[in-house]
């Protein structure tokens, strides 16, 4: 976003969606002492609560135990966020943009190409495509069109019939976090969340955090749309790391993402 995203470095402005055939232009768019008991299995439903935590002192992913171990004699710690970096993607921020006691969340590639992952993400943008439809707008990536709140303005209000008093196309950093509070305060009114309880934030949204994003968005469709056939007890593993004074730590865990059926 304009104001920079604390997760990657991307584009300063949102980007344009354009027509079927690339004709006219369309609204602009906008993101552990122990390991997991081996009887859990991605895409079974086991009992587990969302957002259980399974820790471990460094992630089971290949050579990354190994780079964070060295990372904490010295070893650049850089290397280790390209390890659980996606195929395709850009680099996370260096290590020292993490203040001490700070905590972000990372999808490893294995999470991002799960196919049931893959399939609730189509699932969410066919649904947004279809309700906008009138309007001209355009989802082609969760994760990089919903941050500056002008999806999630124009689909609150469809699928709420209400009218919310917001700049309709904002342009800088901070007016997008303008809208996007507006936009989110009333979501969570209309859903009955407490801000200190939802699974997603103003800035989760902004820094283009699509696990909030989607939390976010499987909530407005269970509450507005109920019998969207979106996939079941969708499960991710991510990683959580944190800097300390003592280096780089990381925890696995679980995100439910859609209910057992």
Avoid at 50 to 78: L, Q, Y
Avoid at 154 to 182: D, M, P, Y
Avoid at 217 to 239: D, M, T
């Amino acid at each position: 976003p304009p104001g920079g995203s604390s997760l990657q470095t991307w584009p300063s402005g949102p980007a344009a969606a354009t027509g079927p055939r690339g004709s006219e232009p369309l609204t602009p768019a906008s993101r552990r002492p122990l390991g997991p008991p081996a009887t859990w299995e991605p895409g079974t439903c086991f009992g587990l609560e969302p957002r259980t935590t399974i820790r471990d002192p460094w992630p089971s992913f290949p050579g990354v135990g190994e780079a964070a171990r060295a990372g904490e004699a010295g070893m650049e710690p850089e290397s280790l966020y390209n390890l659980l970096q996606a195929p395709g993607k850009v680099d996370p921020p260096a290590a020292e943009t993490l203040a001490q006691g700070e905590k972000r969340k990372y999808l490893p590639p294995t999470s991002r190409k799960d196919p049931r992952f893959e399939e609730l993400q189509k699932a969410l943008m066919e649904w947004i495509n279809t309700e906008l439809l009138p309007e001209h707008i355009v989802v082609r990536s969760l994760e990089e069109d919903m941050f500056d709140g002008l999806i999630l303005h124009h689909l609150f209000q469809k699928l709420a019939g209400l009218k919310l008093n917001v700049e309709e196309i904002a342009l800088t950093s901070a007016s997008q976090r303008r809208k996007l509070t507006v936009v989110l305060e009333a979501a969570n009114k209309s859903l009955q969340v407490e801000e200190s309880q939802a699974k997603w934030s103003v800035e989760s949204i902004f820094n283009k955090d699509l696990l909030a994003t989607l939390h976010l968005l499987v909530a407005l469709a269970k509450r507005f749309q109920p019998s969207l056939p979106l996939p079941a007890n969708v499960q991710v593993e991510v990683i959580t790391m944190e800097s300390t004074k003592s280096g780089l730590k990381s925890e696995k865990s679980v995100e439910q993402l859609t209910e057992c059926r």
